[in-house]
C-alpha cells in the first residue's frame, strides 16, 4: 500500500498485535519515544522504546500476579508517561485497558462508578500521588474501594523477568473506549488490536507520515485523539512526540504553539475551540516568538470544523510561517478507533457554500453568494485504506444519491468489535444493513452529513448530542441534572439541546416550572441553581435558561419531550414562558470591566515591582476585586450580579475558564497556583481569604498550596 522505509513487508506481516509492535520498535535501545513538557514548557521525563517496553514488562508481570487475561484494569493517570507505560502493561498482560481520568478532591464520583460497574473492572491502575488524593472518597464508593489498587510508579523493572507472554491475536481486545457524556449508562467501545493497527495505518497514509515526523500533543491521554493520534501513531512509526497536560494548553495556549516551534513538530493539532484559543490569547509580541513553518500537519476534528477558524487562524499565524495549506479538517470517532476521513496533505481545506434553507430541507444547493442564507461547510476528505462512506436516509434506510443529506454510515476493519456487553445497542449501532441491498454491515454514525465530488461534509446530528469543546454531553444526563436543582422544577419536563452564537455551540435549558410555584416564583434563584447544578455536574456553562408554564413543553403523543421541537421554539420564541435569562455576549457591555482589568493589571505590575518591601503582599479586598473583575469579563456578567459567598459554579464557571483564570491570577499575583484552586476554595470570599493567609505567612513563596491538608 506504500513503502515502509521503517518496517519492511515480512516484519509488517509478523505484527498483528502492539505487544508484537512495540517488541519491534524496543530491539532500538537509544531511540527515543516520548517526552514529557511538565508545564508545558519543561521537560521532566522521557521515555526510549527500550524503557518503555521494559515498565510495560513489569506492569504487566505485576498485572498478571492479581488477575487473569481478559479482566478488565481501570487507569486512572494525570497527565504525564506514567499512563503510557501501564496501558502498555495492560497489553503485555492480556488485560483489557479501560482509561479514564482520576477525579478532582471532592469530585462526584457517578461516572467512575458507572464505568467500573460497566466494565466490571478487577483492578486499578495509578500513581501514589492520585492513589493518596482519593483515598477518603474511596471510603464512601464501595464499588472502587473493592477494586484491587496497583501504584504503577512503585513497580520495579525487576518484575520483567517474570512476564509471560499472552495469547493474543488481531481479533484481541485491546482496551475500551468510554464515550465521553453520559454518567448514568456510559457505553465502552470495544477496540482490537486489529482495529488499532488498521486504523493507524489509515492516519499514517492520509498525513503522509514517516519515521521522521514529529509530533507534539497536549490532547489527554484517555481520550481516543489523544491515545491513538499522539501515543500509538509515533510508536507506529517509530516516531518522537512531546506530550504536555491539556491543563498546560488552556491555562496558556502559547504553551502548545511554542513547542511546535521550538521541537520543529510536523504534525500537531486538536479540536477547533484551540485554534479559536490561540487567536484569542495569543498577543502580537508572543507571535513574533514563533516560527511555526515545519507545521505541516494541523489536524482539526472531534467538533465542528469551522471555516472562519481556519481562516482567521491562518491569518493571525501567517506571519509566523504559518500556511493554510497545513490545516487538516478530519472526521471519526470512538466506534471508527478513531480515524473515518480526511483530504490531501498538500491541499488547502475545501470549504463548499450552500443556500442555507436548502440544506435545511437536506438537498445541497451551492452557492457563489454571501449573506445570512449562506453556510460555509467544510470537507472533511475521503477514506484512505478499505474504509467505505455511505450517506442513507436515516427513516428507510435507503441510499441517498451525491447532493443529498443523509445519515453518515461506515464500514471497514477500522469499524470497532461493538460496546461491551451491550448486544441490543451493538445490533442497532454496528450492524446496519442498507435497505433492498446486501451492502453491510455498516456502523451508523448518527452524524447527517453528504458527498461532493467524493469529499465528506458533515451537516450535523441525527442525534440529540451536545457537543461542546469536543466534548459529548447527553441531554439526558444534563436534564437530570437540572430536574434535581430546584423544586420548583417539574420532573421529567425539560429539555437540553445547543444551538449555534456567533459560531460557538451553547446549551440551553428549557425546563417547565411546578404549578404551586407559579405564582410566586423566584426566576433568579431557580435559574442560579440550574446554572450552578450545571456547572459543577457537567463543567460547562450555561447560555439560556427558560422557564416555561406547567404541561406546555413539547411532547410526543407517547409523552416523550421533542428536543428538536423546544430548539425550535426557543429560537421562534413561541414557548409559553413565564421566566427567562439569557448570557449577554455582547462585548459593549464588558467596556467597564476591561477598565477595572486594565487598572488591576497595573495594581499588579506595582505589586510584582515591590515585591522586596516589607510588606509586599496583596490585600484580600484586592484579590477579591480581582476575581470579581475577571469572573464578570470571562463569563460575560455585570460585576454587581457577582456575590462574594457564592459558589463560583452558581455563575457557570467551567472547567476551561477556571484553569484559565487560575493561570492568569497565577501572573498577576507572581507565584504558581494549583489548577484546582477555584475546586478547593470555591467562593471568591473562601479563595481571597486562603491566598492572602498563604501570603500573610509565606510572603515568598513561590507556590501557593490549594490543598487545607497541607495547611
Known sequence: MDSRQDLDSETFLAIGTLVDLLRYRAAQPSRLAFTFLQDGETESSSLTYQELEQQALAIAAQLQSLVAPGDRALLLYPAGLEFISAFFGCLYAGVVAVPAYPPRRNQNLSR?????????????????????????????????????WLATDNVKNDWASDWQKPQASSNTLAFLQYTSGSTGTPKGVMVSHGNLLHNEQAIKLAYQHTEKTIFVGWLPLFHDMGLIGNVLQPLYLGGLCFLMSPIAFIQKPLRWLQAIS??????????????????????????????????????????????ETLERFTATFASCGFRREAFYPCYGMAETTLFVSGGLKTAAPVVLSVEGGAIDQNIVVPTTETGNNTRAIVGCGQTWTDEK?????PETLTQRPAGKVGEIWVSGSSVAQGYWHRPIETEQTFNAYIANTTQGPFLRTGDLGFLWDGELFVTGRLKDLIVIRGQNHYPQDIELTVEKSHPALRLSCGAAFAIEVDGIEQLVITTEVERSYLR?????EVVGAI???????????????????????????????????CRIGFLEKSLDVVGEWTADLQPIALE?????????????????????????????????TW???????????????????????????????????????????????????????????ACAQHLTKEYIFSPDIETVSTSREKR
Open 389 to 393: 462512506i455511505a450517506i442513507v436516509d
Open 520 to 524: 410566586q416564583l423566584n426566576v433568579d
Open 112 to 148: 467512575l462508578q458507572a464505568i467500573v460497574a460497566d466494565a466490571q473492572a478487577t483492578v486499578t491502575l495509578t500513581t501514589t500521588s492520585v492513589l493518596t488524593n482519593i483515598e477518603a472518597q474511596l471510603a464512601q464508593t464501595p464499588e472502587l474501594a473493592a477494586l484491587q
Open 262 to 307: 521550538r521541537y520543529k513538530a510536523t504534525t500537531s493539532g486538536g479540536p477547533n475551540f484551540a485554534y479559536d484559543l490561540c487567536v484569542s490569547k495569543i498577543t502580537p509580541a508572543e507571535r513574533a516568538s514563533l516560527d511555526l513553518s515545519s507545521w505541516n500537519v494541523a489536524f482539526n476534528g472531534a467538533e465542528p470544523v469551522r471555516a
Open 592 to 624: 467597564q470591566i476591561q477598565a477595572s482589568l486594565e487598572t488591576l493589571f497595573s495594581e499588579g505590575n506595582e505589586l510584582e515591582e515591590n515585591s522586596r518591601s516589607l510588606n509586599p503582599e496583596p490585600t484580600e479586598e484586592a484579590i477579591a
Open 627 to 685: 476575581l470579581i473583575t475577571h469572573l464578570a469579563f470571562h463569563l460575560k456578567v455585570s460585576p454587581d450580579e457577582i456575590d462574594m459567598r457564592e459558589p463560583f459554579a452558581r455563575y457557570g464557571l467551567d472547567s476551561s475558564v477556571a484553569v484559565s483564570m487560575t493561570n492568569e491570577l497565577a501572573e498577576w499575583l507572581g507565584c504558581e497556583l494549583e489548577p484546582t484552586l477555584f475546586w478547593d476554595y470555591p467562593s471568591i470570599e
Open 531 to 565: 446554572r450552578q447544578a450545571v456547572s459543577e455536574q457537567h463543567e460547562i456553562q450555561v447560555y439560556a435558561v427558560v422557564l416555561l408554564k406547567t404541561a406546555s413543553i413539547p411532547k410526543t403523543s407517547s409523552g416523550k419531550i421533542q428536543r428538536h421541537a
